[in-house]
């Protein structure tokens, strides 16, 4: 089955500069990407996500690559503001099997003023 | 409803009794989730439903754990005789079926076992 792992677990960066967050995942099959912010007490909701087609997207100040010979993704975050600070949860998943999704352990963003 | 709604919010049971925690999907979506986040942690697979049937079970941790889905809409997730360890999170999410996509999480049921 698939192992998601993700890093840094924490990340604290000033205001204004990026951010970038990092998952690998081990299910060579494995087509889909989606990454999730969770706010303190909150539910997931999901920011932005890719499939194998594709190696970069892009949606204001979010953007995801994809590598798929190394097996691995990443959540890159420009011009960081407050509203930020979350926690981003990536996950990779087959597209013959859209059951056991598997979340990586998170990483908790705060964002310095 | 326009979202995944959970109840209860939240639960505070004694060690060893029953709960039942209920989840109802966004109307039309054929698949339903349920994980269990601790605090720290990313959310844990228990269990998936596409229609009424469990698609995957292999998350329960134990035979403490039961879901089930009779109609293909609403889900109640089971936990008998329960422990301190079970005190987490639980979420509940949907989707279309059709295909990996976005994953509509309910805001969660907070379950605390003294």
């Known amino acids: 089955g698939e192992n998601v792992e993700q890093h840094p677990s924490t990340l604290s960066v000033q205001e204004g500069d990026s951010a970038v967050i990092k998952c690998t995942y081990s299910?060579?099959?494995?087509?889909?990407f989606p990454w999730y912010k969770q706010e303190l007490g909150k539910r997931p909701q999901l920011i932005i996500d890719?499939?194998?087609?594709?190696g970069e997207k892009k949606d204001q100040r979010i953007a995801v690559t994809l590598n798929k010979t190394a097996k691995h993704f990443s959540l890159h975050i420009t011009e960081t503001q407050p509203e930020d600070s979350a926690v981003y949860f990536c996950?990779?998943?087959?597209?013959?099997?859209?059951?056991?999704?598997?979340f990586g352990s998170g990483t908790r963003l705060s964002i310095r003023p | 409803g326009a979202g995944v709604s959970q109840t209860p919010s939240n639960k505070v049971t004694e060690k060893g009794k029953y709960v039942e925690l209920r989840c109802d999907p966004i109307?039309?979506?054929?698949?339903l989730y349920w994980y269990r986040q601790s605090l720290g942690q990313g959310p844990e697979f228990l269990i998936y439903?596409?229609?009424?049937?469990?698609?995957?079970d292999s998350g329960l941790p134990n035979d403490r754990f039961f879901a089930v889905r009779p109609e293909g809409s609403v889900s109640t997730l089971k936990i008998q005789r329960t422990e301190r360890g079970d005190s987490a999170v639980y979420l509940c999410?949907?989707?279309?079926?059709?295909?990996?996509?976005?994953?509509?999480f309910g805001e969660g049921s907070r379950l605390t076992v003294l």
């Open positions: 109307s039309g979506h054929t698949a």
């Open positions: 999410a949907s989707s279309p079926g059709l295909g990996p996509g976005e994953l509509f």
């Open positions: 299910d060579s099959a494995s087509n889909y």
């Open positions: 890719i499939r194998s087609n594709v």
């Open positions: 439903f596409q229609g009424t049937g469990a698609a995957d």
């Open positions: 996950a990779a998943i087959p597209y013959s099997s859209a059951s056991k999704i598997i």
